[in-house]
């Protein structure tokens, strides 16, 4: 029924407008004014008072059809329902609804604007900014830890509860007071509470964060400003608040990102420390044969053996040799591997280190200074290995020599030469067996 109070108002030519709500007019008596204020009287919305008609007083809407005239006189009081009324201005508007919500029905008397219409640029900015004003209350009310609606009539008091150096959790309270100078200013770009009080947010894995950081961040932007200044403050200088909020949430993020890249290059490092040490384990038991091949050599050194059986046993030590020389040199192949692994892995943090902190560079290079140590000495042991692993069929050769050269000077003889020709051309046959072999066996296991 207030569409009927505006109505009425706009017939009566938008007259004056007291404290106490009642406004007096006089419009023409027609049966569609009469019907109007009748229906408005019997609608119990608001209050008709001193109603007349050419000076005549009339008690009942009924009086109405029953004395005729030229004018209606009245005074009205405006009703007054869940903020269903009429306002003087924008500002009593305002000042009667910050608690993030305007009425439904309201009729703006200074502005001759009622709620629905269309908003014109100029005219209506005052409204706009309420509106908007309204919706940033909304929002904020929705990020706050509680609030407490029966302390006051027109405005919330919303508090905030955070955690800062202290000890004990910190609190900001923001009254959400809408005055007349927050009308004035220029629209600005609330984005930043539409996103944090979005769906979409709440389902972000960071949002309990952001909130907190955005809270923290109230409560230092807002530390110093009396509380009921508040919300004046944080509106004024809302893009001062959005910065310091933007790099509290940066300085998080990189926190976040730093403590991301810690676990990546420790992971790193764990990694490429497990594959040092594969290349060594690997081949441990077959290096033992090393010093088994030394122990075989007592059988060229003793006086008792004959030559074929110290050639046997020189046949033994050479595939012997054989074997564990091509042993380390695949693990020499997989050191390099693992070393490109590493250069790798760590030239991607390198790439990145500038924006690293100083403890985090000194721990990625001194991860690097100590891997490049530990490839130079394995290279350097696994060299030894592979050439130690010669040494045996090398000494049991030099003996073998030593202790036969006598027989050595008979190889002219045919039947001797024969039959070390055919010893040297199995050995030689053997060697290539054994490599081919092996080859075979490591391009399969490559292939799987």
């Not at 059988?299 to 040799?321: A, D």
Request: charged fraction near 25%; include cysteine.
């Amino acid at each position: 029924m207030l569409e009927l109070a505006i109505q009425l108002y706009r017939l009566a030519n938008n007259p004056s407008f007291d404290d106490d709500n009642i406004f007096s007019a006089s419009i023409e008596y027609k049966p569609e004014n009469v019907d109007m204020i009748q229906k408005l009287w019997n609608s119990n919305i608001g209050d008709f008072r001193e109603v007349s008609v050419d000076n005549i007083i009339i008690f009942s809407p009924e009086d109405l059809d029953t004395n005729t005239g030229q004018k209606i006189t009245f005074k009205y009081f405006v009703p007054i329902k869940e903020g269903n009324t009429f306002y003087k201005s924008v500002s009593d508007l305002a000042e009667k609804n910050s608690k993030g919500s305007l009425p439904e029905n309201y009729y703006i008397v200074d502005i001759d604007y009622t709620s629905g219409e269309e908003l014109e640029e100029t005219k209506h900015n005052k409204l706009k900014r309420l509106i908007e004003l309204t919706k940033v209350i909304k929002l904020l009310n929705q990020l706050s830890t509680y609030h407490n609606k029966k302390d006051y009539d027109y405005h919330l008091s919303l508090v905030y509860i955070y955690n800062n150096a202290n000890i004990k959790p910190s609190i900001v309270e923001i009254e959400t007071k809408i005055t007349e100078d927050l009308l004035e200013i220029e629209t600005l770009d609330f984005s930043l509470l539409v996103n944090l009080c979005s769906e979409e947010s709440s389902n972000n894995p960071n949002y309990l964060a952001t909130k907190a950081i955005f809270i923290s961040s109230l409560g230092e932007f807002l530390a110093s400003v009396p509380t009921k200044e508040t919300f004046s403050k944080l509106i004024k200088d809302w893009k001062a608040f959005c910065d310091l909020f933007n790099g509290n949430l940066a300085t998080y993020m990189s926190g976040f990102s730093l403590q991301k890249v810690k676990k990546e290059v420790s992971e790193a490092e764990l990694k490429i420390a497990e594959q040092f040490s594969k290349v060594l384990n690997d081949i441990i038991v077959k290096l033992l044969g090393i010093p088994v091949s030394f122990a075989a050599l007592s059988i060229i050194i003793k006086q008792n053996p004959t030559i074929l059986e110290k050639l046997i046993t020189l046949i033994g030590l050479l595939i012997t040799s054989f074997v564990i020389a091509e042993a380390v040199a695949n693990q020499q192949a997989l050191l390099d591997r693992v070393v490109e692994s590493k250069d790798i892995i760590f030239n991607g943090f390198n790439g990145k280190k500038d924006k690293f902190p100083d403890e985090l560079k000194n721990k990625i290079s001194e991860i690097i200074s100590s891997f490049e140590n530990k490839q130079i000495d394995l290279k350097f042991l696994l060299w030894i290995f592979r050439i130690t692993a010669w040494m045996p069929v090398v000494v049991g050769l030099v003996i073998f020599l030593v202790n036969h050269h006598d027989s050595i000077h008979n190889l002219f003889n045919w039947n001797i030469a024969k039959t070390t020709f055919w010893i040297l051309l199995g050995i030689v046959i053997i060697f290539y067996i054994v490599k081919e072999v092996v080859l075979y066996l490591k391009r399969k296991n490559q292939q799987s």
